[in-house]
Nanobody, 115 residues
Framework: QVQLVESGGGLVHPGGSLRLSCAAS????????MGWYRQAPGKQRDLVAA???????NYADSVKGRFTISRDNAKSTAYLQMKGLRPEDTAVYYC?????????WGQGTQVTVSS
């Protein structure tokens, strides 16, 4: 079955960096687009960054120039490199893929940016 497992979250000071990983299994990873979403308390889940099977990327305006999404098809893993973190980046970050119009999500990883 499809599984997405996020890791790499934690507590970081403003201006710091983190790299999130999403280990995928149960499907042909290289053929599918991948996305990172985040959800802060009391807010909706929003798209942060996405990468197509071909490697094209897009980002939310709020993270452009600070975050980088990438993928390693050999490892069936997607990454989100986050730099210049701000308190407003605090949220649970989720990995996502859509297969035959069905969304799959990981369990999420908490990112907290605080001094």
């Amino acid at each position: 079955q499809v599984q997405l497992v996020e890791s790499g979250g934690g507590l970081v000071h403003p201006g710091g960096s983190l790299r999130l990983s999403c280990a995928a299994s149960g499907f042909a990873f290289s053929l599918y687009n991948m996305g990172w979403y985040r959800q802060a308390p009391g807010k909706q889940r929003d798209l942060v960054a996405a990468i197509t099977s071909g490697g094209s990327t897009n980002y939310a305006d709020s993270v452009k120039g600070r975050f980088t999404i990438s993928r390693d098809n050999a490892k069936s893993t997607a990454y989100l490199q986050m730099k210049g973190l701000r308190p407003e980046d605090t949220a649970v970050y989720y990995c996502n893929t859509a297969i035959f119009l069905r969304d799959y999500w990981g369990q999420g990883t908490q990112v907290t940016v605080s001094s």
